[in-house]
């Protein structure tokens, strides 16, 4: 059967890594890691790699940049290219962001609005900490001050907390997602020992695939008792995540697609084995604020995502044989596994294609861009598979997946909204203010750079089933949150948020 020359197909893509003491050129190493510079790589290497297309790009659309400020950068990025688009495109915060761009960019191209797109995102944070510390000044672009804006906005701008949940410490992810990564514990009956090993198992498979992948920041095999053993090179961040399970973001990383319909890649001459298909997306939240979720272990987003897009596909799970679950944290593989009812250790499918954010890199809201790029080489060396990506933001609170393979979809590209869906899930009460007797129900621990735990940041459960949240500097208690099981334990939140323990 022909193909309908408006099907949308990915058919280059392009990664650039700059590890450290690598230079690119230009020969100047502050500026060839510029962001923008990074990204024109990226996307020159995914022009090369589908035989041209560059010159007929009609949309440039660039993940949010925070390692360096552009008053537009898809405009810049398309300067450099020397190409003159219809369109420039910016996302929105959120590592969501790249799989949500190319599910509306298939459906652009599907509906004729777009002839060919291209998606880029790059950051340079390990750039930016070296001339810091070295007190030196970065000779990267500035736009002029009349720079107008993209020509849309993809994505919700939405604060990932509210002011009261902010002053109770639930503002950084790297201090939430320990959160949930007890309460997975917990929920699953384990003992921080067991619990540990367990997940230093899953992220010392994660880096085995970053050792085989030639894009990854850290290509060295990590041992699981490494992962998992605080030391003075993988100091404890916020309990009972070290360093090596934390998304490393401190990289110089970029990444390119581009995608176009099959009648263009044909009237051009894309080779056909550099073509892949998008099949089906999906894009929700799960309930907005974190304090609202019924529970803090799961994601019915991510749930409904995967159901929706693996149905709009016609296929099931188990057709599935490559996947790259978001990987910032192990609670977000865990909360993907679970969602997805996939197995987190099933040898012939590991739930990474490129080894996840703490080992081939972090580069903030661009990780999927490269996740995708990494789905896309995947695919083509396994002719006739199917490979499932997925995305998120904020305190796993934003959600796309996308599914794909080397072979034409049955149906045509399609995207789903679960949204009412997952707004129609159970849902607690924010308890702001609350004071009294409380049950805990999960917790961290926040380090500071010295090793010495500077916080703890307690999720309560109210006698009536809300829930707030508790800080304490205490000595005493900080120690029974890392030493005891604290767990459902019984305490009293006072009105300042500290806690007292029962």
């Given at each position: 059967m022909a193909l309908d020359p408006r099907t949308p197909v990915v058919v280059g893509v392009g990664q650039v890594t700059v590890r450290p003491g690598e230079v690119l050129a230009p020969a100047e190493p502050a500026a060839s890691t510029e962001p923008a510079v990074l990204m024109e790589m990226a996307a020159r290497r995914a022009g090369e790699d589908a035989g041209g297309l560059l010159d007929r790009v009609d949309s440039v659309q660039v993940v949010e940049i925070l390692s360096w400020r552009y008053a537009n950068a898809p405009l810049t990025l398309a300067q450099?290219?020397?190409?003159?688009?219809?369109?420039?495109?910016?996302?929105?915060?959120?590592?969501?962001?790249?799989?949500?761009?190319?599910?509306?960019?298939?459906?652009?191209?599907?509906?004729?609005?777009?002839?060919?797109?291209?998606?880029?995102?790059?950051?340079?944070?390990?750039?930016?900490?070296?001339?810091?510390?070295?007190?030196?000044?970065?000779?990267w672009s500035v736009q002029d001050a009349d720079t107008p804006p993209p020509d849309r906005r993809v994505g919700s701008d939405r604060p990932g907390m509210t002011d009261a949940e902010a002053a109770r410490s639930v503002l950084m992810p790297v201090h939430v997602y320990p959160v949930f990564e007890n309460a997975i514990r917990l929920a699953a009956g384990e003992t921080v020992e067991e619990h540990q090993r367990r997940v230093s198992e899953l992220w010392s498979r994660f880096s085995r695939v970053a050792a085989g992948n030639p894009h990854a920041w850290d290509r060295r095999a990590h041992g699981a008792e490494e992962i998992r053993t605080p030391g003075p090179g993988n100091r404890w961040i916020a309990w009972p995540y070290p360093r090596l399970m934390n998304a490393f973001s401190g990289v110089d990383m970029a990444a390119a697609l581009l995608l176009t319909s099959v009648g263009t890649a044909t009237a051009v001459g894309v080779p056909r084995d550099r073509w892949v298909f998008p099949w089906a997306g999906a894009d929700s939240h799960d309930h907005w604020f974190v304090t609202e979720r019924l529970d803090l272990r799961s994601s019915p987003a991510m749930a409904a995502n995967g159901r929706a897009a693996l149905g709009l596909a016609g296929i099931g799970i188990d057709d599935v044989a490559h996947i790259d679950l978001y990987s910032c944290f192990p609670s977000a593989v865990q909360m993907g596994a679970a969602a997805l009812r996939v197995g987190l250790d099933e040898p012939d499918r590991p739930l990474t294609v490129t080894g996840g954010l703490a080992f081939a890199g972090g580069p903030w809201n661009d990780y999927v861009t490269h996740s995708i790029a990494s789905m896309v080489e995947v695919l083509r060396g396994d002719p006739g598979s199917v490979g499932v990506t997925t995305a998120l933001g904020w305190f796993a609170t934003k959600h796309s997946i996308g599914v794909y393979s080397s072979e034409p979809?049955?149906?045509?590209?399609?995207?789903?909204?679960?949204?009412?869906?997952?707004?129609?899930?159970?849902?607690?009460?924010?308890?702001?203010?609350?004071?009294?007797?409380?049950?805990?129900?999960?917790?961290?621990?926040?380090?500071?750079?010295?090793?010495?735990?500077s916080l703890g940041i307690v999720a309560c459960l109210t006698p009536d089933g809300g829930r707030w949240w508790a800080n304490t500097r205490r000595p005493e208690v900080i120690d029974a949150l890392m030493g005891d099981e604290v767990g459902g334990r019984a305490a009293v939140l006072r009105g300042d948020g500290e806690l007292d323990l029962g």
């Open positions: 450099r290219l020397g190409a003159e688009p219809k369109e420039t495109v910016q996302s929105a915060v959120g590592g969501n962001s790249p799989q949500q761009l190319v599910n509306k960019a298939a459906l652009a191209i599907q509906t004729g609005r777009s002839d060919v797109v291209l998606i880029a995102g790059g950051e340079a944070v390990h750039s930016r900490h070296a001339a810091h510390r070295a007190g030196s000044t970065l000779p979809p049955a149906r045509p590209f399609r995207t789903a909204d679960p949204q009412a869906e997952v707004d129609a899930s159970p849902a607690r009460a924010a308890a702001v203010g609350y004071e009294g007797p409380v049950a805990i129900e999960s917790w961290s621990v926040p380090h500071d750079r010295d090793g010495t735990p």
